[in-house]
């Protein structure tokens, strides 16, 4: 920054701009992880680099052609949504995202185990993780916002319905199912759900290919059953979502501790108990 003169937005498009024309160097260090590797690129919150910048998107492309199965996952705060007019500059910043990048696209409200804290939403948080009919939202707009503003709200609105391909998934990070939940909709996204471990068995007729890198052996009996199925498990309902976090949080919160609670005092007898057989049994290796 002090040698070109730049700002910190500017020395972040420079960094980009001088990976990309160094690309050979991070392909280097990448094939030093192996074939089997599951990279995770922690990007900068600087939009410029996934909404208008293109060295990121070139990068993005030559990591493709070398043999890497992406996917984005857009983290936004979910507070957001209990504005109507920074929702809809969300929706807009993640439509951007995703026509700009052209990846498999996973948009999430990070931080919805806080979003309490930020006042009452005007509609069940499935109107905004679905991002249902916008319309809705004409009236908060137009008293929030001055009158002249009025048709450029619906110009936003109509923006977003005539693209309707923006979603969310949702994100507490300190909650095991929440997790769990998103993990499992990245892997369906890089398609990483698909490949069979290497010890099974390819279908009679099929060409073998037990020997390939994990992302290049298929797994057909997984496609057609996960590719397009709801994903399934804890915190995968949207609605038990909104129930953890914002219907009953403080109900959920006191059940919570009670049951880490009885995990712990369980922990501790079943270690008080190996160790008992320890001191009976000094020979005795407990698991």
């Given at each position: 920054?002090?040698?070109?003169?730049l700002?910190?937005?500017?020395?972040?498009?420079?960094?980009?701009?001088?990976?990309?024309?160094n690309?050979?160097?991070?392909e280097?260090?990448?094939?030093?992880?192996g074939?089997?590797?599951?990279?995770l690129?922690?990007?900068p919150?600087q939009?410029e680099?996934?909404?208008?910048h293109?060295s990121?998107?070139r990068i993005?492309?030559k990591?493709?052609?070398?043999g890497?199965?992406?996917?984005a996952?857009?983290?936004?705060?979910?507070?957001y949504?209990?504005d109507?007019?920074?929702y809809i500059?969300?929706l807009?910043?993640?439509?951007?995202t995703?026509?700009?990048?052209?990846?498999?696209?996973i948009n999430?409200?990070s931080?919805?185990?806080?979003?309490s804290?930020?006042?009452d939403?005007?509609?069940?948080?499935d109107?905004?993780?679905?991002?249902?009919?916008?319309?809705?939202?004409?009236?908060?707009?137009?008293?929030s916002?001055?009158?002249?503003f009025a048709?450029?709200?619906m110009?936003?609105?109509?923006?977003?319905?005539?693209h309707?391909i923006?979603g969310f998934?949702?994100?507490?990070?300190e909650d095991?199912?929440s997790?769990l939940?998103?993990?499992?909709?990245?892997?369906?996204?890089?398609?990483?759900v698909?490949?069979?471990?290497?010890?099974?068995?390819?279908?009679?007729?099929t060409?073998?290919?037990?020997?390939?890198?994990?992302?290049?052996?298929p797994?057909t009996?997984a496609?057609?059953s996960?590719?397009?199925g709801p994903?399934?498990?804890?915190r995968s309902d949207i609605?038990?979502?909104q129930?953890?976090?914002i219907?009953?949080?403080?109900?959920?919160?006191?059940?919570e501790?009670?049951?880490?609670?009885k995990?712990g005092?369980?922990?501790?007898e079943?270690?008080?108990r190996?160790?008992t057989i320890?001191e009976?049994?000094?020979?005795?290796?407990?698991?």
């Amino acid at each position: 920054m002090d040698e070109h003169g730049l700002g910190p937005n500017g020395g972040m498009l420079y960094c980009m701009e001088y990976l990309e024309a160094n690309f050979d160097w991070l392909e280097e260090r990448l094939k030093e992880l192996g074939q089997d590797a599951y990279v995770l690129f922690d990007l900068p919150g600087q939009v410029e680099l996934s909404t208008n910048h293109d060295s990121l998107k070139r990068i993005v492309d030559k990591l493709q052609k070398v043999g890497f199965r992406l996917a984005a996952v857009h983290l936004c705060d979910a507070h957001y949504v209990t504005d109507a007019s920074k929702y809809i500059s969300v929706l807009l910043l993640s439509l951007r995202t995703m026509l700009h990048l052209e990846l498999p696209h996973i948009n999430v409200l990070s931080k919805v185990d806080l979003i309490s804290q930020y006042g009452d939403l005007d509609f069940n948080l499935d109107f905004y993780t679905e991002v249902q009919d916008l319309s809705y939202l004409e009236n908060t707009l137009s008293s929030s916002l001055p009158p002249r503003f009025a048709s450029l709200n619906m110009a936003m609105i109509s923006l977003v319905e005539d693209h309707p391909i923006v979603g969310f998934e949702t994100l507490a990070v300190e909650d095991k199912g929440s997790m769990l939940h998103l993990t499992r909709a990245i892997d369906r996204a890089t398609g990483y759900v698909f490949v069979p471990p290497r010890e099974s068995a390819a279908p009679p007729g099929t060409v073998d290919m037990a020997n390939e890198a994990d992302s290049s052996r298929p797994n057909t009996f997984a496609l057609f059953s996960t590719a397009a199925g709801p994903l399934k498990g804890d915190r995968s309902d949207i609605r038990d979502v909104q129930e953890r976090w914002i219907d009953a949080k403080d109900e959920w919160d006191a059940y919570e501790k009670r049951q880490w609670r009885k995990e712990g005092e369980l922990a501790r007898e079943e270690a008080a108990r190996a160790r008992t057989i320890r001191e009976r049994n000094p020979d005795v290796d407990i698991a």
